[in-house]
């Protein structure tokens, strides 16, 4: 029996954001070679593969401590950092059943957001990584929100709610406010879905607040959770998930 939703918050990295096509080594050394900085290409790409050490995955990094390769991999160079955003946008890709799953869930009058564990400082649209890939990939039109810990971005006007700064999907706090949110829109959690890979912070908090929820495998499996289902390719959404006008 199909879920039958009213809005849908989608995690960012490695799960609408597909890196598999990223090559660090050569987006880095391409970087030192433009910059005249040949000889730290290893010991750059050394540090950002410590960064990803610490945090668990390069998605992780870009996501929500973006800040550490400026200060850390690059020295604070500035020119470096705006070379690495341009040439990561090269190859990062939708997951696979993205765009057929976001026209098919527009179609449906649900509403679409990204749920993101952004940090970074928010400013003009297409200045933070999601944003930017969202503009790049040519996916904005399907989207309503982007909601950060940062605040959440109108991507119609460009206007920030500061409501959701210091929020945290982990803790639950995010969707206590998106929960908040919709009761305003006049929209119940067991109307609402979250799709991400992450049990700790996509699934399990907000299935204990009323959410439905679906993990999604397609880039990484973290392992059996208590989603109601679980998808490795965007297009299943289809199969599995349906507005109020199929009702």
């Keep these: ?22 090559r660090n080594r050569l987006v880095i050394g391409d970087i030192c070679k433009e910059l005249g900085e040949p000889e730290l290409i290893n010991e750059r790409i050394r540090r950002y593969r410590a960064l990803k050490e610490k945090y668990g995955s390069y998605s992780i990094i870009k996501e929500a401590h973006k800040d ?7 020295d604070n160079n500035q020119e470096a950092m705006e070379l690495f955003s341009a040439k990561e946008q090269e190859f990062l890709k939708p997951a696979p059943g993205v765009e057929e799953a976001l026209v098919y869930l527009n179609q449906q009058g649900i509403t679409v957001c990204v749920v993101s564990e952004l940090k970074k400082t928010l400013g003009p649209v ?10 790049t990939q040519n996916l904005m039109r399907y989207f309503s929100r982007v909601l950060t810990p940062q605040g959440a971005i109108n991507l119609r006007d460009g206007s920030v709610d500061l409501s959701y700064k210091g929020l945290s999907k982990e803790a639950g706090t ?74």
């Excluded at 029996?1 to 990223?22: E, N, R, Y």
């Excluded at 550490?68 to 991999?73: F, K, M, N």
């Design 1 to 22: 029996m199909a879920i039958v939703i009213k809005w849908c918050g989608i995690d960012f990295g490695q799960c609408l954001m597909d890196p598999s096509g990223l």
């Design 174 to 247: 995010m969707y206590d406010r998106i929960a908040e949110d919709l009761l305003y829109q006049g929209i119940k959690p067991s109307e609402a879905l979250i799709i991400g890979d992450k049990i700790l912070t996509d699934i399990d908090p907000p299935r204990k607040r009323g959410f439905r929820t679906i993990q999604h495998t397609g880039y990484i499996n973290f392992g059996a959770s208590e989603a109601d289902y679980t998808i490795s390719n965007f297009s299943q959404l289809k199969e599995i998930v349906q507005g109020e006008t199929d009702v």
């Design 126 to 135: 297409g200045t933070d990584v999601v944003t930017r890939f969202l503009q």
């Design 68 to 74: 550490e390769i400026l200060t850390y991999v690059f």
